[in-house]
């Protein structure tokens, strides 16, 4: 499985602006299938690594996906890209069952009628991927999709993520949408990508 690093680079000017604006570094992932999250969010120092590996995790929550929810996950299964997994009437995952999607895919069938959001039977389903920021394991949704009862959501993550400063300080809140000024970094060709604060712009900038 690959792993992807993202090296950013703060200087002093820009640390003290963020931290009297009370914002952190933000992190969003790009997958096809549900709501963005603020994946990763995290007070900055001076020199950054966050790390990942393309392994991913499906999951089911009760938390009903609007702008500033933090999701919280209720059942989480490893998973298998090319895989589908059914949520079960215990209310978790069985195992998957391979060839059922295209191979970069995760689909999540709900089939559990006595799980709710609010007064209606569905659950909040999508992918959940660990990373290490600055030495320190987090794991968090990079999407978020409600899924009625008997029916199925379909999600494909790409290695591409959208980096930006935000007042969100969990991972895992699910967000309208992406900063305008956020900086996209595809990792298309090489696996490490340097980036820094521009902190005459407040914006990351490529290096």
């Not at 391979?98 to 992918?127: C, E, F, H, R």
């Amino acid at each position: 499985m690959p792993t992807y690093e993202l090296d950013i680079a703060f200087d002093q000017a820009g640390l003290t602006a963020l931290s009297q604006a009370g914002q952190s570094v933000t992190i969003v992932k790009q997958s096809s299938g549900g709501k963005p999250t603020a994946w990763i969010s995290f007070k900055p120092q001076m020199n950054n690594i966050v790390s990942w590996t393309e392994q991913y995790s499906v999951y089911s929550s009760t938390t009903n996906v609007q702008a500033g929810a933090v999701i919280l996950t209720s059942s989480v299964a490893t998973a298998i890209g090319g895989s589908s997994y059914t949520l079960n009437t215990s209310g978790f995952f069985d195992p998957g069952v391979s060839g059922s999607v295209g191979p970069t895919q995760y689909q999540v069938i709900n089939q559990d009628p006595d799980l709710m959001v609010g007064s209606t039977a569905m659950v909040t389903a999508g992918l959940v991927q660990g990373a290490t920021v600055n030495g320190k394991n987090v794991s968090a949704p990079l999407c978020a999709a409600g899924v009625l009862y008997n029916q199925t959501a379909l999600f494909t993550p790409i290695e591409t993520v959208m980096v930006f400063t935000s007042s969100y300080s969990d991972n895992g809140i699910v967000i309208s949408q992406v900063a305008g000024n956020a900086l996209t970094v595809q990792y298309t060709t090489k696996n490490i990508a340097a980036i820094a604060y521009n902190d005459q712009n407040n914006q990351f900038i490529l290096t």
